[in-house]
T-cell receptor
């Protein structure tokens, strides 16, 4: 158990819809990262928040947004969903925002777009 | 940009065989390097890390050495077990994010 909690585990929805994925980091971790895992693109970094502030952006679509709340949990919002958004979305956390520290991953949310 | 290339699988071995999974990287400077393992239905777990050249990371019988001359971080284990069957990812730290290779599936049979 990594200590990172993601909900829901599975999400099935239709094209054009909007969903919210939630992540609670390990106790004491200030950084939250979001990654997307798909068969064709592999694991791709989306966005990083540190103590409530956005620190870095990766290959995140404009239809996607994220935030980190004062209690340090984070939400990833995906809107105008397309079939290609079907993927496994991982959240990870670390103590600081230093890339040299290991990131601890949750079990992911599997998003299926019908 | 920064990137990681690892050998494509699947790798199929018998129990107690020697394992090598190759990983090479392209990066500016000398980033920290990681190996993560993903078991079916689970998230990624950190297996080992190395933060500078010639560092050797090790955990659970797995080892990898940070080689800056060959920009490599190959994963090795002397004697694999059925329980080692999983997908293995090589990664490097690029800024605050991790850049991952495509993953190598290892299947160990008894």
């Amino acid at each position: 158990d990594s200590g990172v909690t993601q909900t829901p585990k599975h999400l099935i929805t239709a094209t054009g819809q909007r969903v919210t994925l939630r992540c609670s980091p390990r106790s004491g971790d200030l950084s939250v990262y979001w990654y997307q895992q798909s068969l064709d693109q592999g694991l791709q970094f989306l966005i990083h928040y540190y103590n409530g502030e956005e620190r870095a952006k990766g290959n995140i679509l404009e239809r996607f947004s994220a935030q980190q709340f004062p209690d340090l949990h984070s939400e990833l919002n995906l809107s105008s969903l397309e079939l290609g958004d079907s993927a496994l979305y991982f959240c990870a956390s670390s103590v600081e925002g230093d890339g040299n520290q290991p990131q601890h991953f949750g079990d992911g949310t599997r998003l299926s777009i019908l | 940009g920064d990137s990681v290339t690892q050998m494509e699988g699947p790798v199929t071995l018998s129990e107690e065989a020697f394992l090598t999974i190759n990983c090479t990287y392209t990066a500016t400077g000398y980033p920290s390097l990681f190996w993560y393992v993903q078991y079916p239905g689970e998230g990624l777990q950190l297996l080992l890390k190395a933060t500078k050249a010639d560092d050797k990371g090790s955990n659970k019988g797995f080892e990898a050495t940070y080689r800056k001359e060959t920009t490599s971080f190959h994963l090795e284990k002397g004697s694999v077990q059925v329980s080692d069957s999983a997908v293995y990812f090589c990664a490097l730290a690029s800024g605050t994010a991790l850049i991952f290779g495509k993953g190598t599936t290892l299947s160990v049979s008894s």
